[in-house]
């Protein structure tokens, strides 16, 4: 028995080693035969050889072109955009342009919130699984731009309502629902495709942390953009009222309209100047990672819930605040309706001074203690909120100001916050970037379920039923913006010391396993001690996912000749 059991496995083993061996050929043969082709035009094997492999280096250790970098950071513009318009002015456009109560205004992000949510894990695994000729991700994004394109003016518009200005909440709200569907299942296209692409670029930690910077640097210049807009309009072209009314609609749907002209300029660029890595090169790059994940075993990973509620309580933090800060504004402080366009204007202007030191600082001081200093910022600017004092005391116009001082403290927090938890996602996935859109989809399942449910759940316990607003609302919005946002932090920070544990235990044993041997990464070897996903590559202690790499690997070395 002992004798066959031998024999059993030592020509499993070297049925192993032959599939393994053979997709290796299978990509050899594919490079040889692109290697090929280049001689139709000129150019010699050995040229052709040498430009692969340093393509292939240079992806690698994430040395990318300053223009290729420019080109990904511009393909989230026009989502960034829209987002700015839907998470700033949704509730407030529903609730004073377009008269709806607050239960329908939540309503209708509740169903935005769900569609994305809904949509984003399958999106995820259809950008995985499906390829192109144009590229599987790049196909996706520009599949998402159009239903994006094609829908966003229509709930920013009522049109029903120019025929019929009485028109019943009901009919209000049958209008807006389908293309609001249509604009979330685009943006999730958009945002997924996007995101996948950065594992792709590059492996390097901290070349990842810049196209992170760099994507959430044009989130921000493009809130700005949207802003500034907005503010203009209010202030200077529809100022005879100082409150925000029904006769402000033509500045919402004007808006989307620009955003839809600007957004398709810079998602051309990215279409034009972003190269997607070959399939070719996936595969042989996670053959040599030995990490080739199927998407449901990714549900077997602590990591993966530890860092899907980080990233779903900061993405709470920061489209609460900014949902929610406007309302705060005008409703609880009273100031002018251009505080709505301010406000947000200044804290998208810390945040994209901070956008420019966060590689910096991720590079020195790490994932978590950055994420830590993001989490002081955040409390110092709620705290501010809370101990603002209601109009009846404010004795001077500095007073009335100072509470910009607090939105610049919540745009250097909630950056630090964003670009450090989307870092975490992209070190989760490290070099398996065949299921990475997938779990970016998973990651915005939480991201989009949760705030669509925490604003419905706010919009259902708000104390003004059948009023746009009431004496209450004042003391509501701030109890909101501080309590909501301040939670949502306290479960991040509990999550992050979890991670913490989990990610150093792992690193102890593979430590303790075999010393770790870099042989892709050389930068990632001097952080072996450091508490990271990817100290230590080579070694597996994560049992239920990389023992089957590993057993891949050994027939290569065991099989008969």
Not at 247 to 258: N, Q, V
Not at 466 to 490: D, F, I, T, W
Request: charged letters at 15%; hydrophobic letters at 45%; one cysteine or more.
């Amino acid at each position: 028995m002992s004798s066959n059991g031998g024999s059993g496995s030592s020509f499993r083993a070297f049925n192993r080693g032959r599939t393994v061996n053979a997709s290796v050929n299978m990509a050899i043969e594919d490079a040889t035969s692109i290697e090929s082709k280049t001689l139709i035009h000129g150019e010699s094997p050995g040229e052709a050889t040498e430009r692969s492999t340093d393509s292939l280096i240079s992806r690698t250790h994430g040395h990318l072109p300053p223009l290729r970098r420019l080109a990904y950071g511009v393909g989230h513009v026009f989502n960034d955009m829209c987002a700015s318009m839907w998470f700033t002015y949704l509730i407030l456009f529903y609730h004073k342009v377009i008269m709806l109560n607050n239960a329908f205004a939540g309503l209708l992000l509740l169903i935005g919130q769900v569609t994305d949510a809904v949509a984003t894990p399958i999106i995820g695994y259809l950008c995985d699984k499906i390829h192109f000729r144009y590229g599987r991700r790049k196909t996706w994004h520009l599949v998402g731009t159009i239903m994006v394109a094609s829908s966003l003016f229509f709930f920013w518009h009522c049109l029903p309502c120019d025929h019929n200005k009485d028109l019943d909440f009901g009919w209000k709200v049958a209008y807006f629902v389908p293309f609001i569907m249509i604009f979330q299942v685009g943006w999730a296209c958009t945002q997924i495709s996007h995101l996948a692409l950065i594992p792709e670029l590059t492996e390097d930690e901290n070349e990842r942390v810049g196209l992170n910077a760099i994507r959430y640097a044009f989130t921000i210049l493009s809130n700005l953009s949207v802003f500034v807009a907005v503010w203009i309009l209010l202030k200077f072209i529809h100022s005879h009222s100082a409150d925000i009314g029904p006769s402000d609609e033509w500045i919402f749907s004007g808006t989307a309209l620009g955003v839809t002209a600007v957004g398709l300029l810079f998602a051309l660029f990215f279409h034009l100047g972003t190269r997607e890595p070959s399939t070719i090169v996936e595969q042989r790059r996670e053959i040599e990672c030995g990490r080739r994940i199927p998407w449901y075993r990714w549900f077997l990973r602590p990591q993966l819930y530890l860092v899907a509620v980080i990233y779903m309580c900061t993405r709470m933090v920061v489209n609460l605040t900014q949902l929610y800060t406007p309302l705060y504004l005008v409703d609880t402080l009273h100031l002018d309706k251009s505080s709505v366009a301010i406000g947000p204007l200044v804290m998208f202007v810390s945040g994209f001074i901070v956008t420019l030191l966060l590689k910096l600082l991720n590079k020195y001081i790490g994932r978590y203690m950055a994420y830590f200093i993001g989490l002081v910022l955040l409390w110092g600017s709620l705290l501010w909120f809370y101990s603002q004092p209601s109009p009846d005391h404010l004795y001077d116009t500095k007073k009335e100001n100072a509470i910009y001082g607090a939105t610049l403290l919540l745009g250097a927090g909630a950056s630090t916050l964003l670009v450090t938890s989307l870092s975490m996602v992209a070190d989760l996935i490290g070099c398996t970037v065949g299921s990475g859109a997938f779990v970016y989809g998973l990651m915005s399942f939480t991201d989009k379920l949760s705030n669509g449910v925490a604003v419905q759940i706010i919009q259902a316990l708000h104390p003004c039923k059948n009023q746009v607003c009431c004496p209450a609302c004042a003391s509501y919005y701030r109890l909101v913006l501080v309590s909501v946002p301040g939670g949502a932090s306290l479960v991040a920070l509990a999550a992050l010391v979890f991670l913490i544990i989990v990610v150093y235990r792992r690193n102890r044993q593979c430590r303790d396993v075999a010393p770790p041997v870099c042989v892709r990464n050389p930068p990632e070897c001097k952080r072996e001690g450091s508490v990271q996903f990817s100290a230590s590559k080579s070694c597996s202690v994560d049992q239920s996912l990389e023992n089957a790499a590993d057993e891949e690997k050994r027939p290569l070395l065991t099989a008969p000749s």
